[in-house]
């Protein structure tokens, strides 16, 4: 009978501590749900009041489901990584857009429950040897490829990588993928180099023209972000601001890099924007929907003897090939210059934030007034993510792909664009209405990116360069080549499947 009791007892304490742990549990649950319902209320309040950091966090990456029990996504990227990683010895160091890099793979890695890894990195020439030869060895020793963009264009050609379409999880339609991932960069339903908020160089790597606010007034030039945002920013607006400012500040009797003119503007990679700006892309589909040559248009002749008057015969132009000692940066922070191209990510650098002077940025202006949008080039700096052919889990390579570019978007890419850019470092409201601009009228050319170097993405600055006054002439010696090229990455899209 003792025993009969004692066993009741305890089986009376043991639905005692059932009963606590589920009202424990219960109450943990209604704790947590409370919390998250009160942080979501907090958000959608932020939001409501134009906070993107809240805007962007509201939105569902689809992807809650996932754990991968500590299993590591191996990333290769070129240089020191950046792109994806920052040295832990420069985490919390007041780089905003480094320590966001590093919150972001830590979100990562922590929703999905995996460790994000840098396999291997180099500059770009040992980076492609290295990649080229792992892949084409068969071996399985990296998930996802985040290289400089001419160079991964190149390597398109070896057939080293998989169709973006073909892996899970991966959905071009949401705003963390670059709308031409899906449009230019697609083609007959495949893609191979894709561009995400994981590329956040395709913002700091994009062109706009610098001006001094002060040197400006002085000149009456008016308000040049009226100008565009009234869409009347054209060239021939533009150049006949500057091409008569010209003073021979050193006494020379001769143009140099000592004197000050209405624009510095070297001859380099940013000197490819002229092309894209005036609506006159490198590539296209035709009308069967194959990529094709549309850099030879109706105005094209016209865009190179233009170009070619604006760097070498006009008065208020210094260039780079004319002088010695040229370094157009330094020429604007010395106040030796109205304006001069950068791309964005200059803006941040140490020169512009220790410039005096107030200044602003416009985009590159349009050909004329009938062109409707302006377009902003994202020069050859910028990356783009590739997925080797020799990878086994795409699924798993797909959600991390997927979760990293929905964080970026979430976190890097409004810490880049709204903190770094809009807050810290440009100075008036109008330049940060001018940066909408010039992001949303981002442009990825089909026959840009796939260029490496073997084709006509660098027209303009190899014309400039070279003193060559006749496209014709030019396009007619390259094209057998560029041809062959292009070619050879078409049926590399061909043996997709």
């Given at each position: 009978m003792k025993k009969i009791v004692s066993l009741i007892l305890?089986?009376?304490?043991?639905?005692?501590?059932?009963?606590?742990?589920?009202?424990?549990?219960?109450?943990?649950?209604?704790?947590?749900?409370?919390?998250?319902?009160?942080?979501?209320?907090?958000?959608?309040?932020?939001?409501?009041?134009?906070?993107?950091?809240?805007?962007?966090?509201?939105?569902?990456?689809?992807?809650?489901?996932?754990?991968?029990?500590?299993?590591?996504?191996?990333?290769?990227?070129?240089?020191?990584?950046?792109?994806?990683?920052?040295?832990?010895?420069?985490?919390?160091?007041?780089?905003?857009?480094?320590?966001?890099k590093a919150n972001r793979n830590k979100a990562v890695e922590d929703k999905l429950n995996i460790n994000i890894e840098l396999t291997y990195n180099a500059g770009i020439t040992e980076l492609q040897e290295y990649v080229s030869k792992t892949i084409l060895s068969g071996v399985d020793e990296f998930d996802l490829i985040?290289?400089?963009?001419?160079?991964?264009?190149?390597?398109?050609?070896?057939?080293?990588?998989?169709?973006?379409?073909d892996i899970p999880k991966v959905d071009f339609s949401k705003p963390w993928w670059a709308a031409?991932?899906?449009?230019?960069?697609?083609?007959?339903?495949?893609?191979?180099?894709?561009?995400?908020?994981?590329?956040?160089?395709?913002?700091?790597?994009?062109?706009?023209?610098a001006f001094n606010k002060n040197l400006a007034a002085s000149y009456d030039m008016g308000n040049l972000y009226d100008v565009v945002l009234n869409g009347e920013w054209t060239y021939d607006y533009m150049y006949n601001l500057i091409k008569d400012i010209y003073v021979d500040s050193d006494g020379s009797g001769t143009k140099t890099s000592g004197d000050f003119y209405g624009g510095a503007f070297g001859i380099g990679d940013t000197t490819n924007a002229w092309l894209w700006a005036f609506?006159?892309?490198?590539?296209?589909?035709?009308?069967?929907?194959?990529?094709?040559?549309?850099?030879?248009?109706?105005?094209?002749?016209?865009?190179?003897?233009?170009?070619?008057?604006?760097?070498y015969n006009t008065p208020g132009i210094g260039n780079n090939k004319e002088m010695e000692g040229f370094d157009s940066l330094k020429m604007f922070t010395n106040k030796q210059c109205i304006m001069t191209p950068i791309v964005l990510g200059t803006v941040t650098g140490e020169q512009l934030r220790n410039f005096e002077d107030d200044y602003g940025i416009l985009p590159y202006p349009k050909w004329d007034e009938y062109q409707n949008d302006y377009h902003s080039h994202v020069y050859g700096e910028s990356t783009a993510c590739a997925v080797p052919k020799t990878a086994k889990d795409l699924e798993f390579i797909g959600v991390c792909t997927e979760a990293l570019s929905y964080e970026s978007w979430k976190t890097v890419t409004p810490t880049i664009y709204e903190t770094a850019l809009k807050t810290r470092y440009l100075r008036d409201s109008e330049s940060k209405e001018v940066l909408d601009i010039v992001l949303d009228q981002r442009y990825f050319d089909f026959g840009f990116v796939y260029d490496n170097w073997q084709g006509f993405a660098y027209t303009v600055m190899f014309m400039l360069r070279d003193q060559v006054e006749n496209f014709e002439s030019y396009y007619a010696k390259r094209y057998g080549n560029a041809r062959i090229h292009l070619k050879k990455v078409i049926k590399a899209f061909d043996k997709l499947t």
């Open positions: 305890v089986f009376a304490m043991l639905l005692s501590c059932i009963a606590l742990v589920a009202c424990t549990d219960s109450e943990e649950t209604k704790t947590k749900n409370k919390q998250n319902t009160q942080d979501q209320d907090d958000l959608a309040k932020r939001a409501e009041e134009g906070d993107i950091f809240a805007e962007r966090a509201l939105v569902d990456d689809g992807l809650d489901d996932y754990d991968f029990g500590g299993k590591t996504l191996r990333v290769v990227c070129h240089n020191d990584g950046y792109e994806v990683f920052a040295a832990e010895e420069e985490i919390n160091k007041g780089d905003l857009i480094k320590d966001a985040v290289n400089h963009i001419l160079t991964a264009g190149g390597m398109v050609t070896k057939n080293l990588f998989l169709n973006w379409y031409s991932t899906a449009s230019e960069l697609t083609y007959d339903g495949k893609c191979i180099l894709a561009i995400s908020d994981i590329n956040a160089t395709s913002i700091t790597s994009t062109c706009v023209i609506d006159n892309p490198v590539v296209t589909k035709n009308e069967e929907g194959v990529p094709a040559f549309s850099i030879k248009s109706d105005k094209i002749n016209n865009i190179m003897q233009t170009l070619f008057d604006f760097y």
